[in-house]
């Protein structure tokens, strides 16, 4: 699987929620600068991430984006999934077409693909960023938080 740059920028820009205080808001510009992002780019993505009910705009001077629910309720599956990422390793053949060796294949495909979501839904926002500061300091590196 590879992660394209919707969800790579999606999972970002959550992340960078993650760390505001009290889970307030921050602005997309701010969001942009602080994980060199392209600012117009991802105010589309935070708007599927709104539909897609992860996260809530606020309006007003002090408004922007912020996580509508905590972080650990907020896994990597329903990020990608609300930008449109699929994890899908393969289109199906019709049976008709399968030989033996085939379906020995497609059986470990499908049951690789199963074990792959059951991973993005069981790694949360949280989970993430603790890996995430764990390899900070472990790479002696200061407060400020760049994924």
Known sequence: MKLTTRGHYSVKALLDLSLQPNFGPA???VISQRQSLPAPYLEK??????QAGLVRSVRGSKGGYQLARPPVQISLGHILEAVGETVEPFTEKSAATQQAEDWVTL????????KLKESLYSISLEDLYFDARSWQAAQGAETSFVV
Do not use: A, D, M
């Open 107 to 114: 059986t470990l495909w499908k049951r690789l693909h199963q």
């Open 45 to 50: 993505l935070l708007i599927e991430l709104r």
């Open 27 to 29: 602005s997309v510009n």
